[in-house]
């Protein structure tokens, strides 16, 4: 039997076709390739895979500005609506450019309650985590659990009179935190609580 040919079997394989790839040096000092690299450690993934999200939140900026002449983190649409006895804002994504700090920190800035605090609601699961933590932080801490768990879509904020908190929805897909869980905003860091009020 007649050997087939490498060129023949590349033509009739199925599926795409992979993509060309470029090497790309960066020139950056030593501090920023040692922040990049944090970023990078503390979402869990590779410098490469963090440069790539980088790029498509860039996309996703320019596309928006294109279209709406605004930073997508002032443009955010999001319906309002009443939920849990209080305001709720719904949206495909609302992160915006800035995994929906800026638009979390209007939310609390016009629904101000001293003593609320956080719930991160995982869409993907139906459950949730409770993170005690500073009205101040709040912004804050969301994004940052927005990025360690590349949570995308964004899809409500809202307020939860019932257990005072903001609750904000999105798609927790890295299973870095324990979905139903208890944190405590502590140093920049989430530190776990047992559900019996001991720390782990």
């Given at each position: 039997m007649?050997e087939i040919?490498t060129?023949?079997?590349?033509?009739?394989?199925r599926?795409?076709?992979p993509?060309?790839?470029?090497?790309?040096?960066i020139?950056m000092?030593?501090?920023d390739?040692?922040?990049f690299s944090m970023w990078?450690d503390?979402a869990?993934?590779?410098?490469a895979m963090?440069m790539?999200?980088?790029?498509?939140h860039?996309?996703?900026?320019?596309?928006v500005?294109?279209?709406?002449g605004?930073?997508?983190?002032?443009?955010?649409?999001?319906?309002?609506?009443n939920?849990?006895g209080g305001i709720i804002?719904?949206?495909?994504?609302?992160?915006g450019s800035?995994?929906?700090?800026?638009?979390l920190?209007?939310?609390?800035s016009e629904h101000?309650?001293?003593?609320?605090?956080?719930s991160i609601y995982?869409?993907?699961s139906?459950?949730?985590?409770?993170i005690?933590?500073?009205?101040?932080?709040?912004?804050?801490?969301?994004?940052?659990v927005?990025n360690l768990?590349?949570a995308?879509?964004m899809?409500f904020?809202?307020?939860?009179?019932?257990s005072?908190?903001y609750?904000v929805?999105?798609?927790?897909t890295?299973?870095?935190?324990?979905?139903?869980g208890i944190y405590?905003?502590?140093?920049?860091?989430?530190?776990?609580?047992a559900?019996?009020?001991l720390?782990?």
């Amino acid at each position: 039997m007649d050997e087939i040919s490498t060129q023949e079997v590349e033509k009739h394989r199925r599926g795409p076709k992979p993509q060309a790839r470029k090497k790309m040096l960066i020139s950056m000092t030593a501090a920023d390739y040692d922040e990049f690299s944090m970023w990078a450690d503390e979402a869990g993934t590779t410098k490469a895979m963090l440069m790539h999200d980088i790029m498509e939140h860039e996309r996703e900026r320019r596309t928006v500005r294109k279209q709406f002449g605004l930073e997508p983190s002032m443009h955010a649409a999001y319906e309002e609506s009443n939920q849990w006895g209080g305001i709720i804002w719904r949206g495909d994504n609302l992160a915006g450019s800035d995994a929906g700090h800026s638009l979390l920190n209007k939310f609390i800035s016009e629904h101000p309650h001293d003593d609320w605090t956080l719930s991160i609601y995982n869409t993907l699961s139906a459950t949730t985590a409770e993170i005690d933590c500073p009205i101040e932080e709040i912004p804050r801490i969301a994004a940052f659990v927005y990025n360690l768990e590349h949570a995308a879509p964004m899809t409500f904020i809202g307020e939860n009179p019932v257990s005072k908190s903001y609750v904000v929805g999105m798609r927790c897909t890295r299973g870095r935190l324990d979905f139903p869980g208890i944190y405590r905003a502590e140093g920049g860091k989430l530190k776990s609580i047992a559900f019996d009020g001991l720390n782990n």
